[in-house]
């Protein structure tokens, strides 16, 4: 295995600053031999290599960058706003390789014919924020950002902004409404950021880790990528792992790993697993048979769930799947940014409803109703934030909604003895 085809590699906690050590490490050669290489061809390299976006949709790379490549005045923008719960990866590339990241979206703005380009960083990452503009300076002052790069006559800037705490920015039409100074309102598509974005101007979206992967890529060659993990869905995954686990972290496997052995890497469960969400809290929760889950975004949707943004949240017996499903319908109502009727007033009435079952006040007429809001959800809502609270939802009452009623009937029981 090549150390450097792993984001791992490049991680450097005690000096991420340090630019001297990043090229020493490996930085920086994938910006070279993409300078020594046309538009076409940098895009072509990240084609063959198979990169899917690792912002959670998992899209081809190089076919959104190719879309984009033709029209004019292009934008890049680094999706930084990280806000799905039980996911810190994109932290910890920002915080141990800013280069990294920075040398992507300078090979990415090559491909795509890009001069500006933005990071959108999450508003709870302050520091994050500091370090990046830090970074960029750095790089700047050896040449390998700003003007005539490396002295290729190739020209990009990069710009840093925090955004103000909302989930739904972290959408990538609710994110170029906030660079441009509006209201982080989800916008209809099409037409595409790819189309029309900032400014009204073609603009690729990706996510830091995607970004992260170019230069090992390009640094590698494409059949080096394309030969780690799944035939279709290559490379490394860097994974999220928190909740009943010996050792939370961050976790780079390759893609198509088993649940069992990311979990076993990471010291395991401790106690006995009950139930584990994969993807984010807008993601299905399953059983223990997820363990023997290949981990990709094809397996993962075969599977009737997704890989999003890799977040692995594992749950042991002490849980009360009652709560799960409190705090769940509680993060929905209170990051719908509130734009359109059916996600507004749904996702109050699941956090209602599913408050009241917390409280022992829930009725079993609750669980059909809750299944009839969020089928409504699905098919009403403006953007796929509304349209995904069916997910969570309706795999913890298949898989868990006996044990739900029991807790509802207990509740009730304790409550007309004690009167
Ligand atoms: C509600 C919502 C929240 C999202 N949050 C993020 C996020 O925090 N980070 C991210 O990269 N993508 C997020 N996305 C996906 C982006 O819209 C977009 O698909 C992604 O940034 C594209 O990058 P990629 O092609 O590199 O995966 C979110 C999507 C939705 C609907
Ligand atoms: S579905 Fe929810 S988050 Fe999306 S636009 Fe409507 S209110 Fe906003």
């Not at 002052?141 to 006559?153: P, Q």
Request: glycine letters at 12%; charged letters at 20%.
């Amino acid at each position: 295995m090549n150390e450097r085809s792993r984001i791992s590699h490049f991680a450097n906690s005690e000096a991420p600053l340090d630019i001297a050590r990043y090229i020493e490490s490996g930085g920086y050669v994938g910006l070279m031999a993409a300078l020594g290489k046309t538009s076409a061809e940098v895009i072509g390299v990240v084609k063959n290599s198979g990169l899917r976006g690792r912002g959670g949709a998992g899209f081809p790379t190089g076919l959104k960058w190719e879309s984009v490549a033709a029209g004019e005045q292009p934008y890049l923008v680094c999706n930084a706003d990280e806000g799905e719960p039980g996911t810190f990866k994109d932290r910890f590339i920002l915080e141990r390789a800013p280069y990294l990241v920075l040398e992507g979206m300078t090979i990415a703005a090559l491909a795509i014919g890009a001069r500006e380009g933005y990071i959108y960083v999450r508003g709870e990452y302050p520091e994050i924020a500091k370090m990046l503009a830090l970074a960029t300076e750095k790089a700047k002052a050896r040449g390998y950002l700003g003007n005539d790069i490396l002295s290729s006559g190739f020209s990009f800037d990069v710009a840093v902004r925090v955004g103000g705490g909302s989930y739904v920015v972290g959408d990538e039409t609710a994110l170029l409404n906030s660079l441009m100074g509006n209201r982080g309102y989800p916008m209809l598509k099409p037409p595409f950021p790819t189309e029309k974005g900032l400014w009204g101007k073609p603009t690729v979206v990706n996510n830091v880790e995607t970004l992260a992967y170019v230069p090992i890529i390009l640094g590698l060659g494409a059949q080096a990528f394309a030969s780690i993990g799944s035939v279709n869905c290559p490379g490394y995954k860097l994974f999220s792992l928190s909740g009943h686990v010996a050792n939370p972290g961050v976790y780079e496997f390759p893609m198509g790993t088993r649940l069992r052995d990311v979990l076993e890497k990471a010291g395991g469960v401790t106690g006995t697993l009950k139930a584990i969400q994969i993807g984010g809290t807008a993601g299905p929760i399953f059983g223990p048979a997820a363990l023997d889950y290949n981990l990709d975004f094809p397996s993962m949707q075969k599977a009737g769930g997704a890989l999003g943004s890799g977040a692995i949240v594992a749950m042991n017996t002490s849980v009360n799947m009652a709560h799960v499903l409190e705090v769940t319908m509680r993060f929905f109502a209170q990051e719908s940014c509130g734009q359109c009727f059916p996600c507004r007033y749904g996702t109050r009435q699941l956090d209602y409803m599913a408050h009241r079952i917390a409280l022992g006040l829930g009725k079993v007429e609750y669980l059909d109703l809750m299944r009839e809001t969020a089928t409504v959800m699905v098919g009403a809502s403006f953007c796929p934030f509304g349209q995904s609270v069916a997910l969570p939802l309706k795999s913890l009452l298949d898989e868990f909604g006996d044990e739900i009623v029991s807790f509802m009937t207990e509740q009730q029981y304790l409550k007309e003895v004690s009167e």
